[in-house]
Structures are given as C-alpha cells and as structure tokens.
C-alpha cells in the first residue's frame, strides 16, 4: 500500500514546522531517532485515526535574492500541487492576507487539488473572528487553528482526513522482489539500471535531477520478476533549488516506502557524505533492506582511492546499519554491476527467513546471559518469551516483564546480537517489546 502525501506550504515563519511537529509528535508511526545519523526532519509517515499518510513540511515560500517572487512562488506551488493528494495552505493571522498568499492562492485555486486553508496563531477570540479576513483568497473556508498550543488541529486534521484518496494496494505480481535505485543527482543510478538491464530503459543524462518521476520495470531475473523502481536523486535540504526538487525527494521517498531492498548509489569522488547517511537513516527508517554500490569507480586510480579505506569510512558513517554490502562498479564500463542483484535478492531471502520459536528462545537466553539487561531505578528488564510475528521485515516480539525498562542501546544490543547469530544481512529487524500477558 502507498501512503498519501499531505503537504504543508506557505510563507516563512507561518508555523508550518510547528504542526508538523506536533502531529510528529503525537501521531508518531515509523520515524525515530537513530544515533550515528543526523536527519533533516523532511518528512513522516504518520498515523492520524484510521489514516496512514505522509506529511511533507515544506520550505518557506520566499525568494532568493537573486530570483523574483513570483518564479519562486510558482516553482514552490507547481511542485505541491503535481505531488502531493492534499495540500494545507497556512497562513498567519497576524500579518493578514498578503502578496505572497495571493500569489500562492491564485496556483493553488487553478490545481483542482483537495486544499485545506489553515489560518495560524489564532489563539484568542478576537484573532480567531480575524480569521474570516482569508476568505478573500478564495480557496475556501479557512480553519483556525494554534499550532503552538493545539487548538483546531484536530478540526483540521479530520478535514484532511475527509479529503485522502481511498487506499489501492500497488499492482505488483504476489512475492514480487522490489529494488528501488536512490542517491544524490547525478551519481549514475539510471546508468546503473540501464546497464543491470542490458538495454536503455531510464533517460541518461548528465544534468543533474534529470530523472524527476519513479520510474518501474519489470524484468526477468533467475526465473523470478523483479521490479525495479529509478528514482529521482535526493538532495541535501539547503541544496534543494526550487519547488520540483524538492518534491522529487519526496518521489524518493515513496519509492523507498514501496521496495523491498533500496540500492544506495554513490560515487568515487564523494564515497559516502552527510546526505548519503541522511538516505541510508530514511532507508533504515522504513525498515528496508539495503545495498550500497559505489559508482564510478573506474575513477578510483585517478582519484587515489582504495576499497579497503572506503569500506571503513563507510562503515563508519552508517554505524547504525551494520551488515549491508558495499560494492565498488561503473556502470559505465560494467564492472562489478553483476554483483547489484544478487546482493539485493540474498538480503531479500534473509527478509523472508522465520526462525523456529524454540531455536529463537534458546539463542536469545544465550544473549541475555552474556550481557544482561542494565538497571533502572533498581529494577531490571526481565525477557519470558520471544516470538517472530511477521517477515519482510523480520519482526520480533520480545514478551517482559515491562517495556519502559528498555533502553535503545540494549534494543540496539540484540537485535545487532540477533543478526550475528542468524545472519538477516543488509536488513534492519523489527524489536517490539509487550508487556507479558497483554496483547
């Protein structure tokens, strides 16, 4: 199943990121804080009532000193009206309707997109009746809401919830192994698949961000279908130039959301920097297994780069992914490019691999007995039982005596205990811990 993307827009200092954080923080689903990697909270996949969607905070609407209002209103606009299924419009109570509102307003109108008006910082009577004054922009009726003190939120909320597309599941074969190609721009992934494929299936080309739509294809591999998902590349946040770019991230994204297993490509030149962990935290993230090809690497000589020192550097960096591959190709010339698929179709296998409950227990009574769990306030986490409940990812229940014992560098602790017992390489593993006897 995809989640719907629900976009928040407007000026800077309206208080976007304040009710996304809010809604983060009180309708939390799959993000968490991962120590090793740093991440620009772009994004989240939330649950609000019933609904699973994606909530996108947008950048401020506001030009750059060397470009005009309106190109830049527009990018920013175009870009949230081609992706996201519903838009909240926030504005601020205090400034008024504004130049930019309007502006805004007038693309907005024009998108026939499920678009919410979101009137900010009324948080009195008398700025709550000043919200009436947005009516002039003429996208609706406008929603007074506090993000900073929660009030209207869940009015808003519910009106968004009215507004989401009805959930279709994808219409990939049964079993099918699903690999999206993620990374910076221009780092070669559509070269990448071109040449995995043996024929030009992506456009190549060497202006960076060319590939702006996820493209999938489906081909034969070992007797087995595979699709394959081409990305657009991901930038970091402050290098996000205009509206379209940045809403290829979110492309990125949902393709990582729909894969099995994501190839993360980079390059010779930068072999692993601050945005390739920012991918591998959102990879990690969604519980997706992960491979990380290293392009161009027939510029290694050149460059006086060896594998071994970019292995470490990299394991280094993605501390908190432990046991993905690294491989060194061109995609150009071909080398090592055969070593993509079957990475990704073993991380798959370990994906699907159930472990028998008496096996599990007994291997897990090892692991506690050789590092026991660290106390809190006197009191210590007790395990009774271990179970797997699913695959894909591998997910496992751990039954004790009270979960708020835990704490995440013991959690961090097994499951790294679980992989080097079992193997489940290149996959994160899904810990969940209920109190004994309740469901």
Same mark, same amino acid.
């Given at each position: 199943?995809?989640?719907?993307?629900?976009?928040?827009?407007?000026?800077?200092?309206?208080?976007?990121?304040?009710?996304?954080?809010?809604?983060?923080?009180?309708?939390?689903?799959?993000?968490? @804080?991962?120590?090793?990697?740093?991440?620009?909270?772009?994004?989240?996949?939330?649950?609000?009532?019933?609904?699973?969607?994606?909530?996108?905070?947008?950048?401020?609407?506001?030009?750059?000193?060397?470009?005009? +209002?309106?190109?830049?209103?527009?990018?920013?606009?175009?870009?949230?009206?081609?992706?996201?299924?519903?838009?909240?419009?926030?504005?601020?109570?205090?400034?008024?309707?504004?130049?930019?509102?309007?502006?805004?307003?007038?693309?907005?109108?024009?998108?026939?997109?499920?678009?919410?008006?979101?009137?900010?910082?009324? @948080?009195?009577?008398?700025?709550?009746?000043?919200?009436?004054?947005?009516?002039?922009?003429?996208?609706?009726?406008?929603?007074?809401?506090?993000?900073?003190?929660?009030?209207?939120?869940?009015?808003?909320?519910?009106?968004?919830?009215?507004?989401?597309?009805?959930?279709?599941?994808?219409?990939?074969?049964?079993?099918?192994?699903?690999?999206?190609?993620?990374?910076?721009?221009?780092?070669?992934?559509?070269?990448?698949?071109?040449?995995?494929?043996?024929?030009?299936?992506?456009?190549?080309?060497?202006?960076?961000?060319?590939?702006?739509?996820?493209?999938?294809?489906?081909?034969?591999?070992?007797?087995?279908?595979?699709? %394959?998902?081409?990305?657009?590349?991901?930038?970091?946040?402050?290098?996000?130039?205009?509206?379209?770019?940045? /809403?290829?991230?979110?492309?990125?994204?949902? !393709?990582?959301?729909?894969?099995?297993?994501?190839? +993360?490509?980079?390059?010779? !030149?930068?072999?692993?920097?601050?945005?390739?962990?920012?991918?591998?935290?959102?990879?990690?993230?969604? +519980?997706?297994?992960?491979?990380?090809?290293?392009?161009?690497?027939?510029?290694?000589?050149?460059?006086?780069? @060896?594998?071994? !020192?970019?292995?470490?550097?990299?394991?280094?960096?993605?501390?908190? $992914?432990?046991?993905?591959?690294?491989?060194?190709?061109?995609?150009?010339?071909?080398?090592?490019?055969?070593?993509?698929? =079957?990475?990704?179709?073993?991380?798959?296998?370990?994906?699907?691999?159930? +472990?028998?409950?008496?096996?599990?227990?007994?291997?897990?009574?090892?692991?506690?007995?050789?590092?026991?769990?660290?106390?809190?306030?006197?009191?210590?986490?007790?395990?009774? /039982?271990?179970?797997?409940?699913?695959?894909?990812?591998?997910? %496992?229940?751990?039954?004790?005596? @009270?979960?708020?014992?835990?704490? $995440?560098?013991?959690?961090? /602790?097994?499951?790294?205990?679980?992989?080097?017992?079992?193997? $489940?390489?290149?996959? =994160?593993?899904?810990?969940?811990?209920?109190?004994?006897?309740?469901?």
């Amino acid at each position: 199943m995809t989640r719907p993307i629900v976009a928040i827009v407007g000026r800077p200092n309206v208080g976007k990121s304040t009710l996304f954080n809010r809604l983060v923080g009180e309708r939390l689903a799959i993000i968490e @804080d991962l120590p090793g990697t740093t991440r620009d909270r772009v994004y989240a996949d939330i649950s609000w009532r019933d609904h699973e969607l994606t909530l996108i905070d947008t950048g401020g609407l506001e030009p750059r000193p060397d470009s005009s +209002l309106r190109q830049k209103v527009q990018d920013q606009a175009e870009a949230a009206i081609e992706e996201a299924e519903v838009i909240i419009f926030m504005v601020d109570v205090l400034d008024g309707v504004t130049v930019p509102d309007s502006e805004v307003a007038e693309a907005l109108r024009r998108s026939q997109k499920p678009l919410l008006l979101a009137v900010n910082k009324a @948080d009195n009577d008398q700025r709550r009746h000043q919200a009436f004054q947005f009516h002039e922009l003429g996208i609706g009726e406008p929603i007074a809401i506090s993000a900073h003190h929660g009030t209207g939120v869940s009015d808003l909320m519910e009106e968004v919830a009215a507004r989401l597309p009805l959930p279709t599941p994808l219409e990939e074969e049964p079993g099918m192994l699903k690999i999206a190609i993620v990374g910076r721009p221009n780092v070669g992934k559509s070269m990448l698949l071109n040449t995995i494929l043996g024929q030009e299936r992506a456009i190549v080309s060497e202006t960076p961000g060319t590939t702006r739509d996820a493209i999938d294809t489906v081909f034969k591999y070992d007797g087995e279908s595979v699709l %394959f998902i081409d990305t657009a590349g991901i930038r970091r946040r402050g290098r996000v130039e205009g509206g379209i770019e940045r /809403y290829s991230v979110m492309r990125s994204l949902r !393709a990582i959301s729909r894969a099995d297993v994501a190839v +993360l490509v980079t390059e010779a !030149a930068e072999v692993i920097t601050a945005q390739d962990a920012h991918i591998a935290g959102y990879i990690h993230q969604a +519980l997706k297994g992960m491979v990380l090809a290293v392009n161009k690497w027939d510029l290694a000589s050149e460059l006086e780069i @060896d594998a071994a !020192a970019c292995t470490t550097e990299i394991l280094q960096r993605l501390k908190f $992914f432990p046991g993905i591959p690294i491989l060194f190709v061109s995609a150009q010339f071909g080398s090592g490019v055969d070593q993509v698929l =079957p990475a990704a179709k073993n991380i798959s296998l370990d994906r699907q691999k159930r +472990l028998p409950t008496a096996l599990l227990n007994e291997e897990v009574g090892r692991i506690l007995a050789a590092h026991s769990p660290p106390s809190v306030q006197g009191r210590q986490l007790k395990v009774s /039982y271990v179970t797997q409940a699913e695959v894909n990812p591998p997910t %496992f229940v751990f039954f004790v005596n @009270d979960p708020k014992l835990l704490h $995440f560098s013991y959690q961090r /602790y097994l499951e790294n205990k679980l992989r080097e017992a079992f193997g $489940f390489s290149g996959t =994160p593993l899904k810990l969940v811990f209920k109190r004994k006897g309740k469901g």
